[in-house]
């Protein structure tokens, strides 16, 4: 059974960057697939941020891509999201999942809230 | 940036037979690009309901079913049951964008 989870700081300053790993288990990321990083602000909608290939390739949301990197290490079975310059608006649930050809999602974290406030 | 438009609540009572309408354009759904379709149950994680238009992941009962047509695709609801209360998002692929993008959201109530 794949078991993807988010870990992270909780709470992040304005102008920081917000940065998340998503630990992989039950599945090798080296094995292939695209590894996503989705987010959902407190009462609304999903949105897609970024994603990686197993090999690197990465694949941004073009209103976050100057700000957003997402990485991955295989050794650790992991991959990692960084969001900088942060403000209010960032506040949300982050989601990791895995994606299929960069299309849908089958496997999901449980998500971590991560809130932009000093 | 929500490009794919979804009704923002649709209801039912019991039994009855409900659905979703999720409305793109011609970079996304109308460009050929699959339609997906996720359930997300309060204070829990999306979970992939529909695939590929019409497909359902293992474990998920046949009362729900997808269909796309042009621009447009539906997630139905048969046989609604209470369980059933949650919000669904629909998914696909946006060439002008060049990744992912969801629905606007629909929550379901069971009257």
């Known amino acids: 059974q794949v078991q993807l989870q988010e870990s992270g700081p909780g709470l992040v300053k304005p102008s920081e960057t917000l940065s998340l790993t998503c630990a992989v288990s039950g599945y090798s990321i080296s094995s292939g697939y695209y590894w996503g990083w989705i987010r959902q602000p407190p009462g609304k909608g999903l949105e897609w941020i970024g994603s990686i290939y197993h090999s690197g390739s990465t694949y941004y949301n073009p209103s976050l891509k100057s700000r957003v990197t997402i990485s991955v290490d295989t050794s650790k079975n992991q991959f990692s999201l960084k969001l900088s310059s942060v403000t209010a608006a960032d506040t949300a649930v982050y989601y990791c999942a895995r994606q299929i050809q960069l299309d849908h999602f089958d496997y999901w974290g449980q998500g971590t809230l991560v809130t932009v406030s000093s | 940036q929500s490009v794919l438009t979804q009704p923002p609540s649709v209801s039912g009572a019991p039994g009855q037979r409900v659905t979703i309408s999720c409305t793109g354009s011609?970079?996304?759904?109308?460009?050929?690009?699959?339609v997906h379709w996720y359930q997300q149950l309060p204070g829990t994680a999306p979970k992939l309901l529909i695939y590929?238009?019409?497909n359902r992941p293992s474990g998920v009962p046949d009362r729900f079913s997808g269909s796309k047509s042009g621009t447009s695709a539906s997630l139905a609801i048969t046989g609604l049951q209470a369980e059933d209360e949650a919000d669904y998002y629909c998914q696909s692929y946006d060439s002008s964008l060049s990744g992912g993008v969801f629905g606007t959201g629909t929550k379901v109530t069971v009257l």
């Open positions: 590929g238009n019409s």
């Open positions: 011609s970079s996304n759904i109308g460009a050929g690009y699959d």
